[in-house]
């Protein structure tokens, strides 16, 4: 089969769709001494790709037209011209959607199979593993007692920063968009409450009724309306890390709501966004305490798998209309 890779085929104005992406036939550079010849065999898609595909500054650059997208992955190392890689190493790193790449050695990491399925690099062990420890431990500072509030809670950080904020000695409450993600937040990952954001007639009150003292926490991972039913439940001194605005991502006008502003004054209430490269000096340390609980048991995890390099796309686009439990993956 002819090598494949997926191109950035026009910027989505809105939701982006199958226009957005273009598949394409590859011819892949001779390997230059450094380089390495990789095959992805899971792939990761995140909402924070929507926003490298607009023409905009950020904290990644974005995405360009004609160019193939690129985003986490798992794969085996086919060929090296690198010091440290050989065939059939395991390896992670940001990988061009491509069913095969030449990148530097520099860019990938070698990953330990024995930890944990090497999927699990992707989620619990990778990015959004590390956003949910460092964003509610350090920004959040839960304590034995508060209760915690996490939206987006049956996805890739949301699953994980419920199951940290229990391990604290906390009250969780996840907020999600179906009635079997909420079941299964209940039944399988402790959540001691949870709420349906698209079935509850009135949000505010039925955050409430689930947080009868009030939110010392709040995971914030969605923002728009939710968050805004959340910050009205805040108790005094609460604290919001401020991590995802997914509802907010394929909006094209100036989103309004709420003036926020008065509720965190007069509650005394700290908001912080965060970046999880803020954290890089101390991946280290989020690695090792995950790999630990998972090993313990006190640290559950689940997929959504989509099969097939072709999937990459409908994965990506399933994010914004909640097809994922926990991390979503694109197995090759
Ligand atoms: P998820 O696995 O949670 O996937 C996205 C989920 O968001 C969907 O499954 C869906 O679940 C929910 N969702 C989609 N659209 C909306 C909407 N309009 N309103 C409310 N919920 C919605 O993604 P991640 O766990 O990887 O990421 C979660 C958030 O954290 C994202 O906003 C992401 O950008 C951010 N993030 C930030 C990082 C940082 O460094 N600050 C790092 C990693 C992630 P449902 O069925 O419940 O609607």
Known sequence: MNKQQIVLAARPKGMPDASTFRFEDLQLPRLQSGDVLVEPTYFSVDPYMRGRMNDAKSY????????????????????????????????TGTLPWATQSVVPGTALKKLDPSLAPASYYLGILGMPGL?????????????AGETVVVSGAAGAVGIIVGQIAKIQGCRVV??????????????????????????????????????????????DNVGGAVSDAVIENLNFHARIPLCGQI???????????????????????LMQGFIIGNYKDRFGEGVRQLAAWVREGKLQYTETTLTGFDKLPDAMLGLFSGQNTGKMIVEV
């Not at 509802?247 to 004054?265: E, F, K, S, W």
């Open 60 to 91: 990644v650059p974005p995405f360009v037209v004609g160019e193939p997208l690129a985003g986490g992955a798992v794969g085996t190392v086919i060929d090296s011209q690198s010091e440290g890689f050989a065939p059939g190493d395991l390896v």
């Open 131 to 143: 956003t949910a420890y460092f964003g509610l431990l350090d920004i959040g500072k839960p304590k």
């Open 174 to 219: 996840g907020i999600a968009g179906s009635d079997d993600k909420v079941t299964l937040l209940q039944d399988q990952f402790g959540f001691d409450a949870v709420v349906n954001y698209k079935t509850a007639p009135d949000l505010t009150k039925a955050i409430a009724d689930a947080c009868p003292d009030g939110v010392d926490v709040y995971f």
């Open 247 to 269: 509802a907010l991502y394929n909006t094209t006008d100036v989103p309004t709501g709420p003036r926020i502003q008065p509720m965190l004054l007069t509650r005394s209430v």
